[in-house]
């Protein structure tokens, strides 16, 4: 099903009982669409399948002086497609440019972050899949990350990534860098093709990367996001860090969320929205070089 058919079937469902059964559907579709694969950070550049349970996401670095591989992250959670569905049913105008992006962000920050966060820690998230190929497990369930603050970017690049293959939209996760404080960080994040693989618009979307948006002295959340030129996408492609600018695009989704009431006119966005990404395992090996000449770490 194309992405516009999913969505009027969306808008169609009446009660609980229409979603889940929907929610069955459409995942079952996937699964069996599906074809085994090992991907993320030292398997693969990019992954534009639906993350099944034939897959082996390998959603952090290997474990140990002996680099043993870490265990699956799973995608076993339908809550999370049904929170999706009814987002997508009280949003207006799927046909707008971004439309269905701030839902699909909304779903995914809802889902591994508490109603008051904190402030992530690396080391907790670790003990997570640690303790998992300690005890010998082949995998690690995504709903040890719900409402818990321990989610980084390869759990929320790999959610974004199967919500929009859920909806029927062409998407690449991605296995890279982007700049932080003192230079590139290894980094996970998405790419979407609103007009399929082969059309030319291309944004790349990194849920996990909040930029504030100010609204009546209220500060909101929104993710970073940008329309790639097709100088940029091949560029990236060909794992080149490209510099990044995405004020326009964030503001097109600011006034996107204004024109029916989502916010007032005042909202504004003021957070820094310029950014430098890079795709590919070689940009990693770059990055972990780095780290290793430099006292800091």
Not at 17 to 26: A, Q
Not at 76 to 105: C, G, M, Q, W
Not at 242 to 249: A, E, I, N, S
């Amino acid at each position: 099903m194309s992405s516009s058919e999913i969505i009027s079937r969306i808008e169609k469902l009446n009660d609980d009982e229409e979603i889940l059964d929907f929610v069955h559907e459409r995942l079952k579709e996937l699964e069996e669409e599906s074809e085994e694969a090992v991907i993320g950070q030292g398997y693969t550049d990019t992954y534009s399948g639906f993350i099944s349970n034939k897959i082996h996401y390998k959603s952090t670095a290997s474990i140990g002086k002996e680099k043993k591989a870490p265990p699956d992250l799973i995608f076993d959670d339908e809550s999370v497609y049904v929170d999706l569905i009814k987002r997508i049913k009280t949003a207006p105008n799927h046909e707008a440019a971004l439309a269905d992006v701030y839902p699909v962000f909304c779903t995914v920050r809802d889902y591994f972050l508490k109603s008051d966060p904190t402030h992530w820690d690396d080391t907790d998230r670790a003990i997570v899949y640690y303790q998992a190929f300690s005890s010998g497990e082949k995998s690690v369930s995504i709903k040890q990350f719900k409402q818990c603050n321990l989610a980084f970017c390869s759990e929320f690049a790999g959610l974004t990534h199967n919500l929009f293959k859920f909806l029927g939209f062409d998407s690449e996760l991605v296995v890279g860098a982007r700049s932080v404080e003192g230079g590139m960080d290894v980094h996970a994040y998405n790419l979407i093709y609103p007009r399929g693989y082969e059309g030319e618009s291309c944004l790349l979307l990194d849920v996990s990367n909040n930029i504030e948006v100010l609204d009546s002295g209220v500060s909101y959340a929104f993710p970073f996001v940008k329309k790639l030129t097709s100088e940029e996408q091949s560029l990236l492609k060909l794992g080149t860090p490209v510099d990044l600018d995405g004020l326009v695009d964030l503001q097109a989704l600011v006034s996107y969320y204004q024109s029916y009431g989502g916010l007032t006119p005042a909202a504004a966005v003021t957070g820094e929205t310029s950014f430098t990404y890079a795709l590919g395992n070689g940009i990693i090996e770059k990055v972990n070089e780095s780290r290793s000449r430099s006292s800091f770490y």
